[in-house]
């Protein structure tokens, strides 16, 4: 189950599979054909055992404690930040802020950067294939100051289109937020390009990088982005950590997004003094094991390689785009010259749901509806999409076992 990459190296699916308990279970009598990592990915052994080890090892409170499973459990939780830090190729791990996820990491820069920069009548630019992430904390921005959302729009390929962005970007616009790879088409953006024109206005960037870290490798300091925000469930580590990548300087001057505890230097009744940047960001007791068990999906994937990671999932991606666009009544939405992961598709006569339904029945795992991106589904006049998603550890035969049952789906609806 080897596959050939780009610059002749190998990556060991086989191998890789094995690390992954979960991909051995039969689903409905059958192997399981897990096609929805978009969604979120399974869990490698290394990420599972970080989980078990802190809880029999270290279980403790972090940063208030001065016991020696307390000092234990915060070396952990930093270092992991240290891992993230070296993983975006950020400067400095005070600009490492850990979140519940990629939707709590907009909203925190929405409310915290937001609130302070944007006023009457101000812009925010985003485009046309966000994420609700980063559609919905920008119209409560907008609705609270009487700001007005800008949306620079996407072409048929679902590309965007850079003279409208560039166009959009005026003298009121205060913070453009964009996807760095869409989940609904795939389309890789060009982050650098986005970031040179705003900044060169003077206008900082949010880089929503929640389906762009599991399959390219991320320098926060070479794409210069202001705001980098990710979640652990889409790079092989636990539901409900995520990070906020932010400048020092930018994350110095906010305001804390929550008050409570672990955020604070000093209390009274008047007065409340914070802690600096990250801490002031992280109230209350913080997904420990989530953040450790972050920095050991980190260790996993640089163990492998994200570059050699990339290499495959491209190779999938065009197998894919390959074999099902010779599939009768299929067509691909999304088909950007620059992609990843994910290949959102309709089959002609056939609803999503009934797709998934019936791949379901064979054990393959994809996704159908609206991907939370309802805008970009307007876009393409289909109220929902189905979509598959792919990880490091997907095979081409898998991707065959997904267009035969395909097959079978045209046949139940008397289409082949
Ligand atoms: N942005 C994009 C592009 C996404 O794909 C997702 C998850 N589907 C999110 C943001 C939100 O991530 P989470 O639900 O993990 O916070």
Redesign the pocket.
């Known amino acids: 189950m080897k596959t050939a990459l780009h610059g002749g190296t190998e990556l060991d699916v086989r191998a890789i599979r094995s690390d992954f308990p979960i991909l051995a279970r039969p689903v409905r009598r059958t192997p399981l054909v897990y096609l929805d990592n978009?969604?979120t990915t399974q869990k490698p052994k290394a990420v599972l055992e970080s989980i078990r080890a802190y809880y029999e090892e270290m279980n403790s409170n972090i940063h208030r404690g001065v016991h020696y499973l307390s000092e234990l459990a915060t070396k952990a939780y930093e270092d992991a930040r240290d891992k993230v830090r070296r993983f975006l190729n950020a400067a400095d791990a005070r600009e490492i802020v850990f979140t519940r996820?990629?939707?709590?990491a907009i909203n925190l820069v929405a409310y915290a950067y937001g609130r302070a920069h944007v006023g009457p009548g101000d812009e925010i630019l985003i485009t046309g294939m966000e994420?609700h992430?980063?559609i919905v904390p920008w119209q409560f921005l907008r609705d609270e100051k009487g700001a007005k959302l800008q949306v620079a729009p996407i072409d048929d390929r679902g590309e965007l289109v850079f003279e409208e962005f560039e166009r959009l970007l005026t003298p009121r616009t205060k913070l453009v937020a964009v996807?760095h790879v869409?989940?609904a088409l795939g389309t890789v953006n060009p982050i650098k390009r986005i970031v040179a024109l705003a900044h060169a206005r003077g206008v900082p960037v949010l880089v929503?990088g929640?389906?762009a870290v599991p399959h390219l490798t991320v320098d926060v300091r070479d794409l210069d982005c202001d705001f980098y925000a990710f979640?652990g469930?889409?790079i092989y580590a636990p539901t409900g950590i995520?990070v906020l990548y932010g400048k020092l300087a930018l994350l110095d001057r906010m305001p804390p997004y929550q008050g409570g505890g672990e955020m604070i230097l000093s209390v009274t009744f008047e007065k409340t003094e914070y802690k600096k940047t990250p801490y002031k960001f992280e109230a209350g007791t913080p997904n420990i094991e989530g953040a450790i068990a972050l920095g050991a999906a980190i260790e996993y994937l640089n163990g492998i390689g994200i570059d050699h990671i990339a290499a495959h999932e491209h190779d999938l991606l065009r197998y894919a785009t390959e074999r099902l666009s010779a599939v009768p009544g299929l067509r691909i939405i999304g088909t950007a010259r620059e992609k990843a992961g994910v290949i959102s598709f309709e089959l002609a006569g056939v609803h999503p749901h009934d797709v998934g339904t019936i791949l379901d029945q064979e054990g393959i795992a994809i996704r159908t509806g609206h991907h939370?991106a309802q805008p970009v589904m307007d876009r393409f006049g289909v109220a929902a999409t189905a979509r598959a998603s792919f990880g490091l550890y997907n095979t081409m035969e898998e991707v065959d076992a997904l267009v035969a049952a395909l097959g079978k789906v045209s046949q139940v609806f008397g289409k082949s």
Do not use: M, P
């Open positions: 978009a969604a996820g990629a939707t709590e994420h992430s980063n996807a869409s989940n929503d929640a389906q979640s469930h889409k995520g939370c």
